[in-house]
């Protein structure tokens, strides 16, 4: 191209990455002499020469389908968009590869990862130090050396079960997250972890304990918490199910309608995120609102910090906060609501 229009090399990278550099008659001629070469640049082997992709990484913990399903995705999503907007990248999505995660990394051409939901000492995270690729954990647990965004999980989950509590039911169900195969070797870790040990205080300050509760450990689903609660009414039915996530909630509630069940007339039914559906959807959902769109900016933000080797406050944690709605009243009684 450049023996074409009779200039440099110098000059024909100028034309399409610094046009400025030239005047207006030679970049014009540049371009005519690529439009009739039909050159298009190659912006993978650009990317590949700067060492750069101008593309964020969301390494997610199950597939797209199921993630999908879960709005908190939706909502997470956005603020990690909205940054990348600003910055002018874009945005890649990386499911695990055969189940895996650990093999979908090698296979993600970003310049860096946000890393939802696994903890620092797992195989993928030893992976992106390996590869030396700047990362951030969000739902995770904080480490020294490791930039992460986290909520006040503890907190939240001791806001609702006392909320639950002092409202008099004693008869709860708790319809918690699957926390997958290696809960049995390693016990619960990240956010479950600690929701349950803010449960288990709020439960504590009330003579109770955790096998005081029915639990059932689901997909964070729909479909799945329909099908949870559901099972639970089948026999020696609660008085108020505590889910710990707003989605499981939502289908909490659709198995209490297909039953024929008032909620809260006849069970309480409580949340855990604030999805926008929880203040629409009948009854409003009584829920733990944490700032989604806000941790999906934040992560982002300290992942372009990380990769531009400047200086952060590597742990944030956000706040959370009750919002009673209609969905939680007293055994039998009506509901007191403050949204």
């Known amino acids: ?6 200039v440099s090399r110098s000059a024909v990278s100028f034309a399409f990455n610094s046009p400025e550099k ?18 298009a640049p190659n912006t993978l082997a650009r990317m590949l020469k700067a060492g750069q992709t101008q593309s964020l990484g969301v390494l997610l ?4 389908a199921k993630v999908m399903e879960n709005p908190y995705y939706a909502r997470f999503l956005t603020g990690v968009g909205q940054v990348c907007d600003e910055q002018g990248y874009t945005l890649l999505l990386t499911p695990p590869l055969r189940d895996s995660m650990l093999k979908a990394i090698p296979y993600a051409a970003v310049d860096g990862f946000i890393v939802c939901g696994l903890e620092h000492d797992r195989g993928e995270v030893a992976e992106l ?34 909320h639950v509590l002092d409202l008099g039911h004693r008869r709860i169900a708790l319809l918690s997250i699957d926390p997958g195969p290696e809960h049995a070797e390693r016990g619960y870790r990240g956010p479950l972890a600690r929701r349950i040990a803010g449960i288990t205080r709020a439960l504590e300050e009330s003579g109770m304990s955790l096998d005081d509760l029915e639990l ?3 997909p964070a689903t729909r479909m799945d918490g329909f099908r949870a609660a559901k099972a639970l009414m089948a026999s020696a039915p609660p008085t108020a199910v505590v889910a710990m996530s707003d989605i499981l909630a939502f289908g909490a509630m659709d198995a209490m309608h297909d039953r024929g069940l008032n909620v809260p007339g006849d069970v309480t039914v409580t949340g855990y995120d604030d999805l926008p559906e929880s203040s629409w959807t009948r009854p409003r959902l009584t829920t733990i ?13 300290l992942l372009f910090s990380a990769i531009r080797n400047e ?13 009673v709605r209609d ?3 007293r055994p039998g009684g009506r509901p007191k609501t403050s949204d």
């Open 61 to 64: 913990p199950q597939n797209l």
């Open 289 to 301: 609102r944490q700032a989604i769109t806000t941790k999906g900016r934040t992560a982002a933000d």
């Open 1 to 6: 191209m450049a023996k074409a229009a009779g």
């Open 129 to 162: 130090r390996r590869r030396g690729i700047p990362f951030v954990l969000v739902d995770s647990s904080p480490h020294e050396d490791v930039s992460s965004v986290d909520v006040d999980d503890e907190g939240g989950a001791y806001e609702v079960m006392r």
């Open 311 to 323: 200086d952060q406050h590597p742990h944030q944690l956000l706040g959370t906060h009750l919002v």
């Open 216 to 218: 059932a450990e689901v």
């Open 22 to 39: 030239l005047s207006t008659s030679t970049r014009d001629r540049i371009l005519a002499a690529a439009q009739e070469l039909s050159y």
């Open 327 to 329: 969905s939680s009243g």
